[in-house]
């Protein structure tokens, strides 16, 4: 099975619209105020445009519930990232209104991945991102034997600084479970630009 492909971080207007032609699985969207890659209202706006196809994102670090469900309305969002320190409750809430949940984890050499059993019921995927205190960004890989300590069945976003270079090493991991790659910094002209031929590229590389 091909993994699907998420870029996230857009930004740009016409840049949104460069990367959407190539069909990605998932395009996403931080609304997240101290990320530099923070969408604008006006930017926001464009999200609704996005082809049908493709799953929009709206990525939240300590939202509150409310918030986060009025942006989904508003925005048309198909799925939430949850990147902050949200309980099970949280997602269960979320996944309630009918989006698709993907709660994101931090992975060092001493999470604990027991504590994801709990929220397995209340998400459709984990996201694997290298630990940071900004919440994700860092342009960091993590290291990916870790996930041999991994134990439950729901599959999962493989998230964190990943690049061109690491297209073959991701087809070799042979786990069902790694469900997507979630592609970033390493695929910018700067913050929330991405560089739309090396997408090409990496897309091309992944298939």
């Known amino acids: 099975m091909k993994q ?9 207007a016409a ?8 069909r990605p699985d998932y395009l996403g969207f931080i609304f997240y105020e ?5 969408i604008s209202e006006v930017s926001a706006e464009l999200i609704k445009y996005v082809p049908q196809e493709i799953k929009t994102v709206g990525v939240f670090v300590n939202e509150d519930l409310e918030t986060v469900k009025a942006l989904v309305q508003k925005h048309y969002l198909k799925a939430v990232q ?3 320190n949200e309980n099970v409750d949280f997602c269960k809430a979320m996944k309630h209104t009918g989006v698709e949940v993907i709660k994101a984890f931090g992975v060092h050499p001493d999470f604990d991945f027991s504590i994801l059993a709990a929220y397995e019921p209340a998400v459709d ?3 694997f991102d290298t630990q940071t205190p900004a ?3 860092s342009g960091k890989v993590f290291d990916w034997t870790l996930l041999e300590n991994y134990k439950l069945s729901k599959p999962y976003f493989l998230s964190g600084g990943i690049d061109l270079n690491h297209a073959e090493q991701i087809k070799s991991i042979n786990d069902e479970r790694l469900y997507a790659v979630d592609i970033n910094s390493k695929f910018e002209m700067e913050p929330g630009l991405k560089d739309v031929d090396k997408l090409k590229e990496f897309f091309k590389e992944l298939n």
């Open 125 to 127: 995927y984990f996201l």
């Open 135 to 137: 919440h994700g960004g």
């Open 82 to 84: 949850l990147h902050g």
């Open 34 to 38: 101290k990320s530099p890659r923070y």
């Open 15 to 22: 840049n949104i619209a460069a990367v959407a032609e190539l």
């Open 4 to 12: 699907k492909i998420k870029v996230c971080g857009m930004k740009y």
